[in-house]
């Protein structure tokens, strides 16, 4: 039934949505896995339980209100209480048997999976490497078996919402560009993954993801705006504008990857010449130390770097350098507070950190030419991390009762 705007329920019922916010926020913020160190061998940490007097205070929402709130809310089962100091006073956390969220993270090589309590926050996850460019049924398929297994370490509750990140733009609901993600073009991804997943799925950017990560639990966590660049198989971005996910009017904002720095440079993937993914991807390094490192790694070439290697550190470097005359396009325009690197690239620190900033000194205005450039801290999880904090804020547990 709708609730009319302004009706006793509908009070109730946002009440109810405020508390349940403010817990998952607190929840994240008191989180002692924000650095994405748990793993499906790790047992699952037990959520921080919060005063209601502290709900009160966050919510602004009279004592008894809350209490009215919690009283209700634990006996539908979506919180629980634990002895505290008297009736008001008692703490309150998400009851574990009030559900699940899940996030799937899909690589071009890989697909890592996760499951995380209804305040997004991580409990199990792992990591299944893949073909090269799989076919989305078999990405899917793989990510359902996983899925099932890591469900199976945690107690039984069901699994209310899954997100999953893409390395790609997300149009509606599909992958938006041609060529950008083979296996997944001409797709109903959403279609396709509530097929395999068989509840409620949302699809998002992985860049963006990471992005949101980041800003709620890493390195720009307590800053207003930030850039998060993922750089792996491809280059991708995420923008955070006034604590927001900016994902713009079809949801590309973000696409550093393929802003063109050469219009007569190397053919990208995506169609054009010249793009940054053509200079920085990690596949291009790995391509200019193939003749002196054949079949070597990124890590590897890392260690060579790291270890003396003139060639190994110039070809790290000129990534750098191309990545920061593109941030100058991207601070230049939206004057965020930090620019943060993720993705394998960020296993390079201030080899590539160094290079990132000379190149951004060089092309930004002076305002803003000192913008930080840092390493993520949530290292190649981010995605996964920001998939379960968008998992569970799709879940409305304020109309169970």
């Known amino acids: 039934m709708v609730q009319a705007p302004g009706s006793p329920s509908s009070l109730r019922t946002a009440n109810r949505r405020r508390v349940l916010d403010v ?157 950008i993600f083979p296996g997944w073009e001409g797709v109903d991804a959403l279609a396709a993954a509530r097929a395999a997943f068989s509840v409620p799925v949302t699809l998002e950017n992985d860049a963006n993801l990471g992005a949101l990560a980041e800003h709620r639990l890493g390195v720009a966590r307590g800053l207003h705006s930030s850039f998060f660049v993922k750089i792996s198989h491809g280059v991708g971005g995420g923008l955070i504008v006034a604590d927001q996910l900016f994902r713009g009017a079809s949801g590309s904002a973000g696409e550093i990857g393929h802003l063109t720095l050469d219009e007569q440079g190397p053919l990208c993937r995506c169609g054009s010449r010249g793009c940054l993914e053509a200079y920085a991807s990690i596949q291009t390094v790995q391509q200019m130390m193939a003749g002196q490192l054949p079949d070597a790694g990124f890590p590897q070439i890392v260690s060579a770097a790291e270890e003396g290697s003139v060639a190994a550190r110039r070809a790290i470097e000129d990534a750098g350098l191309h990545l920061g005359w593109a941030l100058a396009s991207i601070v230049n325009l939206f004057n965020p507070a930090i620019v943060v690197i993720g993705g394998r690239m960020g296993q390079a620190g201030e080899l590539v950190l160094e290079s990132a900033r000379i190149g951004l000194r060089r092309h930004a205005l002076d305002a803003v030419a000192l913008t930080p450039v840092a390493v993520g801290s949530l290292g190649e999880r981010a995605s996964l991390l920001g998939s379960l904090l968008v998992a569970a804020e799709q879940v409305d547990l304020a109309e169970v009762v």
């Open 23 to 179: 817990l998952r926020r607190l929840a994240v913020d008191d989180d002692a896995v924000a650095d994405g160190s748990a793993s499906a061998e790790d047992a699952p940490v037990p959520p921080t339980a919060f005063s209601q007097a502290s709900l009160a205070r966050e919510t602004g929402l009279a004592p008894a209100t809350v209490s009215n709130i919690v009283r209700d809310l634990t006996a539908a089962g979506v919180l629980e209480t634990l002895a505290g100091g008297g009736r008001r006073g008692s703490v309150v956390r998400l009851s574990p048997t009030a559900g699940y969220v899940a996030g799937v993270d899909f690589g071009h090589e890989h697909v890592a999976v996760a499951v995380g309590d209804l305040s997004g926050r991580l409990l199990v996850s792992e990591r299944v490497a893949l073909a090269p460019e799989p076919d989305h049924g078999r990405a899917l398929a793989a990510a359902r078996s996983t899925l099932e297994a890591l469900l199976g370490q945690v107690p039984q509750a069901p699994l209310r919402h899954v997100t999953l990140g893409l390395a790609a733009p997300i149009q509606g609901q599909s992958v938006g560009s041609a060529n």
